[in-house]
């Protein structure tokens, strides 16, 4: 499946627009609440290395818009962990569409992970939680963690096998692993108990035109 999306967004309005083209439906308020939060990160940017985007309409793009791209999906995550957060993304996307949803950021670097909670406080975004933690020493140091999400999302962490390997404990069964990747990028059939359901393919837009991928994987 291939979408196509023009023009840069600037605003809430814009951001709207941009994600209509991209066929999905998003609330004007939660755009704006999601630019608030990519502004804030970006101007920590300054203090803590977040991101290597300074441009904020190519951030707008690469993190905002490809966050949102989760909608194509059809997932409607209930508990969802984004693995590797870094920066918020794409898990801040994925609370913009799915306001009901309880998610949390993780991230082992502690100064993103305080950074994620004053973007947090700043954009006035609620139900999503941090936490500094190794996912791959998540389930041992963390039994609460062990099977608690039905979906886990992830971008730019490792590889599609290593990730699948540190989702794998922490998913519950038949729940969904969600991993952004290149277009070229290789999506195996199975990664261990994971088999993959969907491929997805999108166009992102100028300032940062390239295409994209989301492999969809649950979990047996």
Request: glycine letters at 6%.
């Amino acid at each position: 499946m291939l979408r196509q999306v023009t023009d840069t967004p600037s605003d809430a309005a814009n951001l709207v627009e941009r994600a209509k083209a991209l066929g999905i439906s998003l609330n004007v308020d939660k755009a704006d609440s999601l630019l608030r939060y990519l502004d804030a990160m970006l101007a920590l940017n300054e203090q803590v290395n977040l991101t290597g985007i300074r441009d904020r309409e190519t951030a707008v793009v690469l993190h905002a818009l490809d966050g949102l791209a989760f909608a194509l999906t059809e997932i409607a995550p209930q508990h969802l962990l984004d693995l590797g957060s870094g920066n918020g993304f794409p898990g801040v996307a994925v609370a913009a569409l799915h306001s009901r949803a309880s998610i949390v950021l993780i991230d082992r670097t502690g100064k993103k992970v305080r950074a994620m909670g004053a973007c947090l406080m700043t954009a006035r975004i609620q139900g999503v939680e941090t936490m500094q933690i190794d996912a791959a020493q998540a389930p041992a140091l963390n039994r609460e963690m062990r099977g608690a999400f039905d979906v886990i999302t992830a971008r730019a962490v490792g590889t599609p096998a290593a990730i699948a390997e540190m989702a794998q404990p922490l998913l519950r069964p038949g729940g969904h692993l969600v991993l952004w990747l290149d277009a070229g990028a290789e999506a195996a059939d199975v990664l261990d108990r994971c088999q993959r359901e969907q491929t997805i393919e999108y166009n992102l837009p100028e300032p940062a035109v390239r295409r994209r991928r989301l492999a969809v994987y649950r979990l047996r």
